[in-house]
């Protein structure tokens, strides 16, 4: 599968706990995006990155989110101490730079209980 | 701040009826704008876009037109087929220093296409 990718599809957990999410895109794509979306709702951007550069964070990105980028390859997503609040999807996209065209993963669908 | 506004929340039409989604806008910069097609649990697929230097495009059974000065967007799907039930998404992005396109979806519509 030469798609975008991540880990773990789903995950539980308790209120208080860390979480981290991974994302592997496309090969050859340098652009990554990470979003978050609400049942019944349209995807809401979270931040942003160019090859291993942030370039940009949503205001709905707060102080217990944090994501990387290492190597501009994979990127972590990681969220500490957990609210119910943040129940959701979290999802990738990728694009190369030449391009608008962002691809999607399938997703993190995250229950926090 | 910047937002799309998408209609109807939810369609539901008969095998061989078209169906019109339409897609409103805030932002005047913006120049891309995607549709993507979510089924049931999978990941948002690219379907069709449009660019903000062209009035309509199409793709065998699906067209998106564009009024830039109105600052709306429609997806029109011909034909249609029960393989079609899904959500579609409607985006708009604008291009900014370094290139990057962060998408602002609408809420989405749940088409429903009854045999």
């Known amino acids: ?113 | 701040g910047e937002n799309v506004e998408q209609h109807p929340s939810t369609l539901s039409v008969q095998e061989g009826d078209s169906a019109v989604i339409k897609c409103t806008y805030s932002d005047s910069a913006s120049n891309y704008f995607p549709w993507y097609k979510q089924e049931l649990g999978k990941r948002p697929q690219l379907i069709i876009d449009i660019r903000s230097n062209v009035g309509e495009k199409k793709d065998q059974r699906i067209a998106v037109t564009l009024n830039k000065t109105a600052k709306h967007f429609s997806l029109h799907i011909t034909e249609t087929q029960p393989e079609d039930s899904a959500v579609y998404f409607c985006a708009a992005s604008r291009l900014v220093g370094g290139g990057y396109n962060k998408l602002i979806f609408g809420a989405g519509t749940r088409l429903a296409v009854h045999p």
């Open chain 1, 1 to 113: 599968d030469t798609g975008v990718s991540q880990d773990p599809r789903h995950k539980i957990t308790k209120r208080g706990q860390n979480v981290t999410f991974r994302c592997d895109p496309i090969s050859e794509h340098n652009r990554l995006y990470w979003y978050r979306q609400t049942l019944g709702q349209g995807p809401e951007f979270l931040t942003y990155f160019q090859n291993e550069a942030q370039l940009e964070k949503s205001r709905l990105l707060s102080d217990r989110f944090s994501a990387e980028r290492p190597k501009g390859s994979f990127s972590t997503l990681e969220i500490q101490r957990t609210e119910q609040g943040d129940s959701a999807m979290y999802l990738c996209a990728s694009r190369v730079a030449e391009t608008y065209e962002q691809y999607f993963g399938p997703g993190t669908r995250l229950t926090v209980t």
